[in-house]
């Protein structure tokens, strides 16, 4: 299991922009997911982006497709959620998470399908 640790949350006015960060201890196989979600008060969890380590294939939920991007960068083993456009609606602890030895599903992004979770970091869109 590795280990996740995200950073960059903060607050910030709605048609602003936030970059997050998600720092994974070293992948032990090239093939894995990761995945962003996101929970705010009183709402399930939803997963809004993943990659595939290999071949870095994309998947995000409706809600966010078109304003927000995830990245990676293999030297420093990080992964980004690059957020723009943002809304109010946006406002929730969002939580990067890792699943290893295994691709992306390609038809969700489901809290299920990961096993390393970080603590989390708040996001909060005023109008």
């Known amino acids: 299991q590795v280990q996740v640790v995200e950073s960059g949350g903060g607050a910030v006015q709605a048609g602003g922009s936030l970059n997050l960060s998600c720092a994974v201890s070293a992948f032990t196989f090239p093939s894995n997911c990761v995945g962003w979600f996101r929970q705010a008060p009183g709402k399930e969890r939803e997963g809004i982006a993943s990659?595939?380590?290999?071949?870095?294939?994309?998947k995000y939920a409706d809600s966010v497709k078109g304003r927000f991007t995830i990245s990676q960068d293999d030297a420093k083993n990080t992964f980004y959620l690059h957020m723009s456009s943002l809304k109010p609606e946006d406002t929730a602890m969002y939580y990067c998470?890792?699943?290893?030895?295994?691709?992306?599903?390609?038809?969700?992004?489901?809290?299920?399908?990961?096993?390393?979770w970080g603590q989390g970091t708040q996001v909060t869109v005023s109008s």
């Open positions: 998470a890792a699943a290893t030895r295994t691709y992306c599903s390609s038809v969700r992004i489901s809290s299920a399908d990961f096993r390393s």
């Open positions: 990659i595939q380590t290999v071949g870095r294939h994309t």
